[in-house]
């Protein structure tokens, strides 16, 4: 299940997750800076919650594996 793997992975790499299948919220003290720098790579997550503290992700259902690690290798490095 694609929903679970990313999840997992997401968490693996020690982020805080909510949310079902790929509707997931990211737990994060900067979601609006991380929003903005991930949109200047081409992905379109927006920041949440009354302080920006959590990172909204919905991605297409048509969305591949190889994207959503694209997603994440850009997570990362946004973050770094």
Not at 40 to 61: C, D, K, M, N, Y
Request: zero cysteines.
């Amino acid at each position: 299940n694609t929903s679970e793997w990313f999840r997992s992975l997401l968490e693996d790499r020690g982020h805080q997750v909510s949310g079902r299948g790929l509707m997931l919220g990211i737990a994060m003290d900067n979601a609006l800076a991380v929003s903005r720098a991930l949109l200047h790579r081409g992905f379109i997550a927006l920041p949440a919650g009354e302080q920006a503290e959590v990172l909204s992700i919905t991605p297409p259902l048509t969305i591949t594996d190889g994207q959503l690690m694209s997603f994440l290798d850009a997570l990362e490095a946004v973050q770094a």
